[in-house]
């Protein structure tokens, strides 16, 4: 376990009693573990900056399956990439509209590529990239 460096922060403080009543409303112990995982999602956003990176993200697609070939094409997108695809879950959010969570691993930039193509489909209501990380290099 790598040690741990005390250093203080200047903010100015109606800043600071925002970020107290969220992280309070979050259930945070201290700031200390806060301002850890700001720094964490931080570095994780400008690791996908970058196409050539190892990650992990999910694709959130909202759709009304009554329309005409979406399945077809979500699946047949899936299939062509299917080396990065490491798990679907489909749910019935009500009689027309499902939920997909497709969780995607490998290169950034192929994981963006995919997220592109399957949110770019006609009939998506809504589509998200989630971005994550393998936490290999965070503690």
């Not at 979406?70 to 047949?76: D, M």
């Not at 995919?114 to 809504?126: M, P, Q, W, Y």
């Amino acid at each position: 376990m790598s040690k741990l460096i005390r250093f203080g922060v200047s903010l100015p403080d109606d800043l600071i009693k925002k970020f107290d009543r969220i992280i309070k409303n979050k259930k945070y112990e201290n700031r200390s573990k806060a301002i850890g995982d700001l720094i964490r999602n931080f570095i994780v956003e400008e690791e996908w900056k970058y196409d050539n990176k190892n990650s992990i993200g999910t694709i959130n697609l909202v759709y009304d399956h009554h329309k005409r070939e979406i399945l077809n094409k979500l699946n047949g997108i899936q299939h062509d990439f299917h080396e990065y695809i490491v798990s679907d879950t489909h749910v019935h959010l009500d009689h027309n509209n499902c939920l997909d969570v497709i969780i995607v691993k490998g290169k950034t930039g192929r994981i963006r590529q995919i997220a592109d193509t399957l949110i770019s489909v006609k009939g998506i209501k809504f589509g998200k990239l989630s971005i994550a990380t393998q936490g290999k290099d965070l503690r």
